[in-house]
């Protein structure tokens, strides 16, 4: 099966300082990467949308000089918050999508997520 | 906006009964369905799926229902296991091809043995 990984699974930073999260599609190369924000209990909410090349798309709302995101190539995909205050403290899920081969849809493979907690 | 959301926030069901998890969109233009499993601390897992051209879809112990009069979707697990402890969340596909995921509000369904 595909495989998504994400770095770091955890990690705890003080406020004010930039937090890098990577996302790789281990065994297929993704024509879509895309970031989710989920906060407890909640649901997750698409953040952006990255193809390798090309700038991201961001969800409305979502502020792209805070939420940097880099697709570096077919395999990975960066999302940097930066100057991370408390309120960014939340579950950041990526997903990569793999071609469907002619179907209509391509399915999503998720990454098992970054817990982020700034002091 | 169009979203799309659940009945039920928890569903507590006996470990070898059947469960049924519901899920209420509002985009008619949807055209693409599914449902992913999500642990905790985990990222979702996906369970199975169906397009707007069908109205029912079975997988090993699911069936996923489509009712696209009233907006309905669900998700029915048969004789339900421990391991089936977890949220459940319906999503929507935005567009065709490689588009974001819209999901609703999530599921917890126990397991109570």
């Known amino acids: 099966g595909a495989v998504v990984s994400q770095h770091p699974s955890r990690v705890i930073c003080k406020s004010g300082t930039s937090v890098k999260i990577e996302c790789r599609s281990l065994?297929?190369?993704?024509?879509?990467m895309f970031w989710y924000r989920q906060f407890p209990k909640q649901s997750l909410m698409l953040m952006a949308t990255?193809?390798?090349?090309?700038?991201?798309?961001?969800e409305q709302g979502v502020e792209k000089d805070k939420f940097l995101i880099n697709h570096a190539s077919l395999t990975l995909s960066t999302l940097t918050v930066t100057s991370a205050h408390p309120e960014d403290s939340s579950f950041y899920i990526c997903s990569a999508s793999r071609p469907s081969g002619g179907f209509l849809y391509n399915e999503q493979f998720f990454g098992p997520g970054t817990r982020l907690t700034v002091l | 906006g169009e979203s799309v959301g659940l009945h039920l926030p928890t569903l507590s069901v006996q470990e070898g009964d059947n469960s049924i998890i519901n899920c209420a969109y509002s985009?008619?233009?949807?055209?693409?369905f599914i449902w992913y499993k999500q642990e905790s601390g985990k990222g979702p897992q996906f369970i199975i799926d169906?397009?707007?051209?069908?109205d029912k879809r079975q997988g090993q112990r699911v069936t996923v229902l489509l009712n696209k009069t009233v907006k309905h979707l669900s998700l029915q697990i048969a004789a339900t296991q421990p391991g089936d402890s977890a949220v459940y969340f319906c999503a929507e596909r935005k567009g065709g091809g490689a588009d974001g995921l819209t999901f609703g509000k999530g599921t917890h369904l126990i397991i109570q043995p």
């Open positions: 990255s193809n390798e090349g090309s700038k991201a798309t961001y």
């Open positions: 985009n008619s233009a949807s055209d693409y």
């Open positions: 065994d297929f190369q993704a024509t879509t």
């Open positions: 169906i397009r707007s051209n069908m």
